[in-house]
Structure formats: structure tokens, C-alpha cells
């Protein structure tokens, strides 16, 4: 029989379990749990929704077994099985492999939090055993099939004979070391223990012989004997009432379900009573997922209709911009058979989503209210997404997300919410200022600020791509309207003597700045004297729709670089290096152009723009020099 090698991924994660870094092992049995309740949820939703197929509730259960003599484990369920192909499939290579790079070899943290992000899955099995054989039936099929691996080295799928539907895994547990105690996975009274602590909200039984004792009616000795035993309590999770559940029950849940391997940054357990009645746990996961901000990334909450699980992934439930949200939604309103295509217009799924939406935004409202902290950690994990929600769509929904946005504050050095900031404006500010980079460091240093720091007034710092857009959108937020440092017309009434003389130094210095575009050409729209920059030479400033900020984004984003900002070359009249510029406007034309060209330069480079032409510039600077 041939041996097949896994492919390289999954030997890698292999490796890392048979060599078993990870230090909590007994996880194994909830990961093999979880699969056979997925398989018999599988099973059994087809068996409600096809006449075809008769079926007994009592049909479905996982049964664990342990042979202490043969150091064997075994986990068998009556799900839906597997057939050969998806043997090869599931098996042989890692569920979701996609994007799994390791990054170092040797560092093993590294690995364990990859461990984490993945959550274990099958070949955690490998964490306690030499070898694992899983035999299986699918749905519809004669044939059985047995899958063998001893680890790295490769698998075998052979045909073999099974009588009933379902997958049968059995574990040859490892022999116990002096550092590790595996004797404990094939004792009676720590397996019991574990399907309790893991896996007790599993819907269907879990079954396993329980040695018990009695006393003998006869003799009146006790003598020990078996008894098959429902493990797990069956009910799920979300049927029970809140109070019957602790922090570590919602946590097991959440890990069973493999929501995260985190811990759940907030939980929202709730049910709902009406026209559509429905139970649901909702988690705020504490980590971002690995594929979070990627398209493989897929939103959406488990589905169930009076307890059945009819979709996993349902994601018309949750809008875009809570697509971070996980959990379950039980329904009795919902039918069995409703199909994807349906789900769309469904008016009961409808109005779960649109409670849904809004409790979710409450429950953040009220983290932020209550919890600043936390609430901060969720917004640097999945702030993007709502800043994202907030310019999709066209603004549609920037009303209902304003309020949860945050942006880091010149004056606070920290995140501050709008609101916020509104509320401590100065009596005589007119606007929201922002300024945007990718640095807080760099904006901190943006000559173009000075003028609004000097008014004490506080500075929003966008650093993420997509913050410009969303503000952009938003126009204003309670009357006041944004504004960025750079655009032109800042609000900031000047005294009227400085205005005289500010006119007066452009009008004297009008051939000057003209001459100076004429040499810039279409880089610019104009070369005009500076209100706002005290240290500084020179900087560009912009108005209209597109600041300089967006122009680098969207030249970032494609090839296409035609849309530019209006820039404007603001000249520091007061710098020593104007009386310079001065002096060669009149005395030596070549140096007028050189310093022009360097002065424009200067101002890209602070700007963080690249500059056009590199080359040139070298070979200015070595003029200067
Ligand atoms: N007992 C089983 N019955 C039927 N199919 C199974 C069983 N165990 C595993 N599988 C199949 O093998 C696949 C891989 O399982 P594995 O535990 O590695 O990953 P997963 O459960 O898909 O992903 P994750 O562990 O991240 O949730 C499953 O998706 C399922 O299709």
C-alpha cells in the first residue's frame, strides 16, 4: 500500500505536535470531540430536511472508549463520515492551510501562538498518541475506508469494512516519560473529568463504560462493575440561564466552538422574546484573528433552528463592520429548510440581525463607558473595520457608528472619542483639526501644526489609511466640521495688522512666488507666503477633496497616479532662508532655480512624499555643496 506524504504545512504543525511544545495536551479530546458533534450535526440536519432518510434520534451519539492493555483511546461518533477523497482532503493537509507561513523554525513561541491562532484540530491527536488510525463510513456510501499515520512520515488510506455510518479514531496513547505523564489519557476517572470540563454543552451524549461499585446482595462484599454512562449534560450552552453559567463556562465554549483561542474580550449572552424569538451568545474576541484583515477572512454566526445547527457560518446576520463579532443565534421561528438564497430575503433572519446590530453597538457604547480600557484594546484590534464601516456605502451608516470611533489626541497623547473632543473644544475654535501620516511621531513634528498648538487647540492624528476617507465622510460630527492641518483656510481669525502685512509681503514678493511656480510648474497650484509656519521653511498645504495624505494612499493602491491633491508651497517669510531666495531672485537666476527645486523637495520630504526625481536632486544638493 502506498504512503502518502502530508503536504509541507501540515507536516510542519505535525512536528510540532508529536514533539508536543504545546504544554496543554488534554485539549486533544475536545478538538476530537468537536469534529464528531460537527459530523453528527452534519448527519442529522440532512436527515431532517430529506424525507429519504430514516433516522432515530437516539442514533446519534459519540461513544469513548478505553483498552488500558493496548493503550488504545476511541473516539467514535455516528456523524456523517468521511469518503476516501475527503479522508485525503481533511486529513492530509491542515483545514484553512492558506496563508499558514511559519516564520522561524526555531522559535518556538512563535509556534505556539500559531498553535493558538489555528486552533489544534485533528492533529492534536498526535500531541498523546504514536499513531492514529480513523476508520469511516460517509452518508450514501458502501464503502469503508481506514486512514493510518504514525506521524511525519506520511499516511495510508486502505478500504476496510464498517457497518454503520460515522468515524471511528483510535489513539495508540505514548508511552509516559519522566517528564510527562501520558498513563493519565487512558484512565477512566481524568477522561470523564476532561469531557466534563470541555465538553459537557455538546448536544448530543456523550457515552463511556463507568466502572461503578455495589455491594453484592449475597456475600455483601462490594464488587466493581461497568455501566455505559451519558457523560455531558447535552444541554447547550445558550439554553441555559445566565446564572447557571460562570466566565470559564462561556470561555470552554467559546474554545470548543473555535471561535479563538483567546479569551473572549466580552461575552453577550442574550434572548429575545416576540415576533421572532431567538437565543444567542455573542463573543468579542480579545485577539484579532491571523486572517482578520484579509479576504479570506469570512464573518458570520453559527445558525440553529430549535437546536439544529443549519448554517455555521450565517453571514447575514452581522453587518461588515462587526464582522469581528462570533457566536450563536438559536431560533425556533426559522425553518429547516431554508437555503442561502433564501436566507436574503428572510424577514424573521431580518429582524434578528437588525437586533443583533443594535445590541452589539450598545454593548460597545457601554464597554466604552465602563471599560475604557478594555474598550481601547477592541478598538486597536478592530477599529479599522468600523472606521471602514463608517466611509462604506457611502456614509450610510456613519450616523449609527460615529460614536464608537477613536483617534489619538495631540493634547491627551492617548485615544479620545469625538465626543470627547467636541466637548473640550476652545470657546473660539471653529473646527475638528486633524492631521494625517503615518506617525504619530512625524505628525507630532508637522510644521503645519504650529499655528494650531500655538492656539492651544487640540490635534486628531490619523495614522491608518482608511481614517482620512471616514472623516471625509463624516463632514462634521455635532455641527462642528472637520479640518485638516494642511488645508488652507484653517478658521483662525488673525489680527487685522498681520493680515495688512502679510498682503503687503505677498504683494512685494508677488513676481517672486510667480516666478518660483513658473519654475515648479503643474507640481503646484501656487507659492504664497505662510501664516502658519514659525520654525519651518517651507511646506505644502492643500484644499479640496483630496488631501496629500489620500493622494499617497491612492497612488499606493494602483497604478493609476492621476489623482493628485491641490498642493500649495507655503514660503516662511520670516526665515532666514527667504533673505537668501531674496538675494538670488535678484543677483543669480540659476541659483533662483536651484533653490526653488530644493525647497519643493524639502517640502515633499516632510511631507513623507516621495520625491519626483531623485537624481536631480542629488545633483542639486551637490551644486549647493
Ligand atoms: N469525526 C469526524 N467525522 C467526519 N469528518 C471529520 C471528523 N473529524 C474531522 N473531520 C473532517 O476533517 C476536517 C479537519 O478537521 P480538523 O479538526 O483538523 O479541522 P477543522 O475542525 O475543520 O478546523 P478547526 O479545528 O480549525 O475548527 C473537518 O473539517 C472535517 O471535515
Redesign the pocket.
Given at each position: 500500500m502506498e504512503k502518502r506524504e502530508f503536504k509541507a504545512e501540515s507536516k510542519r504543525l505535525l512536528d510540532l505536535m508529536i514533539n508536543s511544545i504545546y504544554t496543554n495536551k488534554e485539549i486533544f479530546l475536545r478538538?476530537?470531540i468537536?469534529?464528531?458533534s460537527?459530523?453528527i450535526d452534519?448527519y442529522y440536519y440532512k436527515a431532517l430536511t430529506d424525507s429519504d432518510i430514516n433516522f432515530n434520534k437516539e442514533d446519534f451519539f459519540i461513544n469513548i472508549s478505553i483498552d488500558k492493555e493496548n493503550r488504545e483511546l476511541t473516539?467514535k461518533?455516528t456523524?456523517?463520515?468521511?469518503t476516501r477523497e475527503?479522508l485525503e482532503d481533511?486529513?492530509g493537509i491542515?483545514?484553512?492551510s492558506g496563508s499558514f507561513n511559519f516564520k522561524n523554525e526555531n522559535d518556538k513561541k512563535e509556534d505556539i501562538d500559531i498553535i493558538g491562532q489555528?486552533?489544534?484540530?485533528?492533529?492534536?491527536a498526535f500531541m498523546v498518541s504514536d499513531s492514529v488510525k480513523?476508520k469511516?463510513k460517509a452518508l450514501g456510501e458502501n464503502e469503508a475506508f481506514l486512514w493510518k499515520s504514525s506521524g511525519a512520515e506520511g499516511y495510508t488510506i486502505e478500504s476496510t469494512t464498517k457497518e454503520k455510518i460515522?468515524?471511528e479514531?483510535v489513539l495508540k496513547i505514548k508511552e509516559s516519560t519522566e517528564d510527562e505523564d501520558y498513563d493519565e489519557f487512558l484512565d477512566e476517572y481524568t477522561i470523564k473529568a476532561l469531557i466534563k470540563r470541555y465538553s459537557d454543552f455538546i448536544r448530543y451524549p456523550i457515552k463511556m463504560m463507568i466502572t461503578k461499585q455495589r455491594q453484592n446482595d449475597d456475600s455483601k462484599e462490594y464488587e466493581e462493575y461497568k455501566e455505559l454512562e451519558i457523560i455531558n449534560s447535552m444541554v447547550p450552552i445558550w439554553r441555559k440561564n445566565k446564572n447557571e453559567l460562570d466566565e470559564q463556562d462561556y470561555e470552554n465554549f467559546y474554545r470548543e466552538k473555535?471561535f479563538g483561542m483567546d479569551k473572549p474580550l466580552k461575552t453577550i449572552h442574550f434572548n429575545v422574546d416576540g415576533m421572532v424569538s431567538y437565543r444567542s451568545i455573542l463573543f468579542i474576541p480579545s485577539n484579532t484573528p491571523y486572517d482578520f484583515y484579509t479576504k479570506e477572512y469570512e464573518k458570520g454566526l453559527e445558525l440553529y433552528s430549535s437546536g439544529v445547527l443549519i448554517m455555521e457560518k450565517c453571514s447575514e446576520l452581522i453587518p461588515d463592520y462587526f464582522s469581528f463579532v462570533k457566536g450563536v443565534i438559536d431560533s425556533e421561528d426559522l425553518s429547516l429548510n431554508i437555503s442561502r438564497e433564501m436566507l436574503q430575503n428572510n424577514r424573521e433572519l431580518k429582524l434578528i440581525a437588525k437586533k443583533i446590530e443594535e445590541k452589539i453597538k450598545d454593548e460597545l457604547k457601554s464597554l466604552l463607558e465602563n471599560e475604557r480600557e478594555k474598550y481601547k484594546e477592541f478598538f486597536k484590534n478592530f477599529g479599522k473595520g468600523i472606521k471602514f464601516g463608517v466611509y462604506n456605502d457611502f456614509g450610510m451608516n456613519k450616523e449609527k457608528l460615529q460614536d464608537l470611533l477613536m483617534f489619538y489626541s495631540s493634547k491627551e497623547k492617548d485615544l479620545v472619542t469625538l465626543d470627547e473632543y467636541v466637548e473640550k473644544m476652545k470657546e473660539d475654535q471653529k473646527y475638528i483639526y486633524y492631521a494625517s501620516g503615518d506617525s504619530i511621531d512625524r505628525l507630532d513634528k508637522l510644521p503645519q501644526s504650529e499655528i494650531i498648538k500655538d492656539k492651544d487647540y487640540e490635534i486628531l492624528y490619523l495614522t491608518e489609511d482608511v481614517d482620512e476617507f471616514a472623516i471625509k465622510i463624516l463632514i462634521s460630527y455635532k455641527d462642528k466640521e472637520f479640518r485638516s492641518v494642511s488645508s488652507e483656510d484653517l478658521g483662525i481669525e488673525e489680527d487685522k495688522e498681520k493680515k495688512k502685512e502679510e498682503e503687503k509681503t505677498n504683494e512685494a514678493n508677488k513676481d517672486l512666488f510667480l516666478s518660483m511656480k513658473e519654475i515648479l510648474g503643474d507640481k503646484i497650484n501656487e507659492v504664497k507666503s505662510s501664516k502658519r509656519l514659525k520654525n519651518y521653511p517651507v511646506c505644502l498645504s492643500s484644499d479640496g477633496d483630496i488631501s496629500i495624505e489620500m493622494e499617497k494612499i491612492l497612488s499606493s493602491m494602483s497604478e493609476d497616479s492621476s489623482i493628485k491633491a491641490s498642493k500649495t508651497l507655503e514660503i516662511n517669510v520670516n526665515h532666514d532662508i527667504f533673505n537668501t531666495l531674496q538675494k538670488v531672485y535678484s543677483d543669480d537666476k540659476d541659483k533662483f532655480i536651484l533653490y526653488t527645486n530644493l525647497l519643493y523637495d524639502q517640502a515633499l520630504l516632510i511631507e513623507g512624499l516621495p520625491i519626483e526625481d531623485p537624481i536631480e536632486f542629488s545633483k542639486n544638493i551637490s551644486k549647493l555643496m
Open positions: 478538538e476530537l468537536s469534529n464528531a460537527d459530523a452534519k473516539i461518533d456523524g456523517i463520515g468521511m475527503e481533511n486529513l491542515i483545514a484553512r489555528f486552533g489544534v484540530g485533528f492533529y492534536s480513523v469511516t460515522g468515524t479514531i473555535h
